[in-house]
Structures are given as C-alpha cells and as structure tokens.
C-alpha cells in the first residue's frame, strides 16, 4: 500500500467513524458524548494492547504496529466532536 492510499484509508475510515459515532450519540448532550467517547477510546486502545497479536512477527516490530495502530486511533477520536 502506498503512502498515498494509506493516507486515503485513513481518511476514510476517519470519516466513517466519526459520522456513525457523532450520529449514535446525537441525542446525548456534549458532556456525556465526551465520557462516552473517553470511553471507547480507552477501550479500544486497551484492545489494541491486549488482544491484537501477530503470529510469527517478532516482539519489536509487534510494538511498532501496535502503536501505529493506537496513534490512528487517537488521531480518529479526537476529529469526532458532539453534534
């Protein structure tokens, strides 16, 4: 994948998520949509960390992915703003 379609990619699922999750918490008001968001960034980040392995990829380079994977993650939440 190229830098540029990865940078597309992002874009896109950044663009996705923040829509589904701003439109699934409309009703909420901004300090509520804010612990909820909190929320599910700590989850998923915990996820990342826990759950995700990489059969056959050494140590160092599972530490890379992980953490370009958190960072996207981070980078992802903190576009999305209450409705």
Known sequence: ??????????????????????DT???SDK??????????LGQTLEAIEA?????GVDAATTVYIKKGASDTVRQIVG????A
């Open 51 to 55: 759950n995700v392995t990489f059969p």
């Open 79 to 82: 576009t999305i703003k209450p």
């Open 31 to 40: 300090a509520t949509f804010q612990k909820q968001l909190d929320g599910l």
């Open 1 to 22: 994948m190229s830098v540029n379609d990865d940078t597309a990619w992002k874009i896109g699922v950044q663009e996705l998520l923040r829509r589904l999750i701003a």
């Open 25 to 27: 918490h409309f009703s």
